[in-house]
């Protein structure tokens, strides 16, 4: 009985250990210049007319991209599209992207984080007008609901959300009517306080403030 215990013991230790980790976490932030979380009739609304800009943030909890250690960097994509971002029914749009990347990366954690974001968005960035270096700053879900966040990218990007409130719902349908544009875990709808985009390479700069059109949630690979 104890050979068999023994045996046993081994075999689940060896069960546990073999159970396939994760290779790059983070948190991840999105925001756009139309409604995310809103009802069908809003939505319609301004489909075709807004939501041809957005801006996604990854921020590396920890991990390794192709062998590349990341961790505590980030990357920026601001996108620039033909039509509204978030319509299934013709995705993925085609556009233009800004990546932003991190100032505390060196020449290989720079390409990795490169080649990352373009894994993470796909056809979405695929076509990059530039790659600019920043000081990105970023603190995400400091809140109990985890929809409060702040990225600030030089003088090129500046983010800030809060949780959602009932003050928030104008028609009592709302959902989140647009999924979020990446792959991405535990997705939570917040505020847009304020979304700027003020740097080169899109052929327009833009400040958004008062809309419900960000996502929060995390990354998991």
């Not at 599209?81 to 800004?98: E, N, S, W």
Request: net charge neutral.
């Amino acid at each position: 009985m104890k050979t068999i215990l023994t045996l046993a013991t081994v075999a689940l230790a060896a069960t546990t250990f073999a159970a396939p980790q994760p290779g790059i976490t983070g948190n991840y932030l999105e925001v756009r210049s139309c409604d995310v979380y809103t009802g069908a009739c809003v939505a319609n609304a301004e489909m075709g007319l807004s939501g041809r800009e957005g801006m996604l943030v990854w921020s590396v909890k920890q991990g390794t991209w192709k062998g590349v250690a990341l961790d505590g960097l980030s990357v920026i994509a601001v996108v620039r599209t033909d039509d509204t971002l978030g319509d299934v029914r013709y995705q993925p749009r085609r556009g233009k992207a800004v990546l932003i990347v991190d100032a505390k990366a060196d020449s290989l954690q720079e390409a990795a984080l490169k080649d990352f974001a373009r894994s993470m968005a796909g056809k979405l960035i695929s076509d990059v007008a530039e790659v600019k270096v920043a000081s990105i700053e970023v603190a995400m879900g400091q809140c109990s609901a985890g929809s409060c966040a702040s990225v600030k990218a030089g003088h090129l990007v500046e983010i800030s959300t809060r949780c959602l409130g009932g003050k928030d719902h104008l028609c009592g349908n709302e959902e989140n009517y647009y999924p979020p544009l990446t792959e991405v875990q535990g997705a939570v709808s917040a505020y847009t306080e304020l979304a700027a985009f003020k740097g080169s390479g899109l052929n327009m700069t833009w400040e958004l403030a008062g809309r419900r059109s960000a996502y929060l949630g995390t990354f998991a690979l």
